[in-house]
């Protein structure tokens, strides 16, 4: 026997998707046309940002349509895992827009005066105002324990000239960092850098996460491929047999 439905929505992308959904809900038999395995466009390539504010340019009907779909995600997450039993990650800290230029600070200083007179939520931070926790990343640039101490953790290396940026400053670290660089042999550097290194486990300025792998890949039309100390290919070294 052919199936009937109610109503048929042609494309299972987000739009498409939440008019079956609410279809469905009122009762409507709906059937869902979506072309080939592979569900999806726009939506595939999609960030997954829900930005009305950040994305805003004035007091626009778009721009209540966007807050109003944004606060509707906070009863549809949990909607949707109990239905589907997948939890699609909301997540409503917030966005941060980062000023490169001076222009751009001007242009969003006002954006965040305008957002705050309408009685949104939107702060300026300048430099240095984050105190909580923050992340950041570093790959050494060549293999010695003092690559990871000196450029993240001495006072020379504060912000902007370095990568000091959690601030960290003890003054008997940097005795053992200027009597480290001093040494005669690399056995008595590493030995200085490594009651450095015992000093920043007790203050703990940072929390080390995780190392990433590198996935590299070659021919067998190559020869001499090495993956060196940083984990990533020594092209300089490869010959072409
Ligand atoms: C790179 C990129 C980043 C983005 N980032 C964000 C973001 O961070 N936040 C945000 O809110 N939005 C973002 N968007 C926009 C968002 O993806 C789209 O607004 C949204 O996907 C539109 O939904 P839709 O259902 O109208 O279209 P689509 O997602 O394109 O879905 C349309 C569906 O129709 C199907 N279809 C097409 N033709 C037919 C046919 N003849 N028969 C049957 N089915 C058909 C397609 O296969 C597809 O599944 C982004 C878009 C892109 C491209």
Redesign the pocket.
């Known amino acids: 026997m052919a199936a009937s439905y109610d109503v048929i929505v042609?494309?299972?992308?987000?739009?498409?998707?939440?008019c079956a959904r609410e279809l469905a809900r009122a009762g409507r038999r709906v059937a869902v046309?979506?072309?080939?395995g592979?569900?999806?466009?726009?939506?595939?390539?999609?960030?997954?940002?829900?930005?009305p504010q950040i994305e805003a340019h004035g007091d626009t009907p778009l721009l209540e349509l966007g807050l109003a779909g944004r606060e509707h995600y906070s009863a549809l997450a949990p909607e949707l895992r109990e239905a589907t039993g997948i939890d699609i990650g909301l997540w409503r800290e917030g966005i941060a827009w980062v000023a490169a230029s001076e222009t751009e600070a001007a242009e969003l200083r006002s954006k965040v005066a305008w957002q705050r007179q309408h009685s949104h939520l939107s702060d300026w931070l300048d430099a240095d105002e984050v105190k909580g926790i923050f992340r950041s990343a570093w790959q050494a640039d060549y293999p010695s324990i003092e690559n990871f101490l000196t450029p993240i953790y001495a006072k020379s290396a504060f912000p902007p000239e370095g990568s000091n940026y959690s601030k960290y400053d003890n003054p008997e670290f940097e005795k053992l960092l200027t009597q480290a660089a001093a040494a005669k042999s690399l056995d008595e550097a590493n030995t200085l850098y490594q009651q450095a290194e015992g000093l920043l486990a007790e203050d703990f300025p940072t929390a080390p996460l995780w190392y990433y792998v590198t996935t590299s890949a070659w021919s067998d039309r190559v020869t001499d491929v090495k993956v060196n100390a940083f984990g990533v290919l020594d092209t300089e070294a490869i010959k072409v047999k």
């Open positions: 042609v494309g299972g992308g987000p739009v498409g998707a939440a046309l979506e072309p080939g592979r569900l999806g466009q726009a939506w595939q390539a999609a960030a997954g940002m829900l930005a």
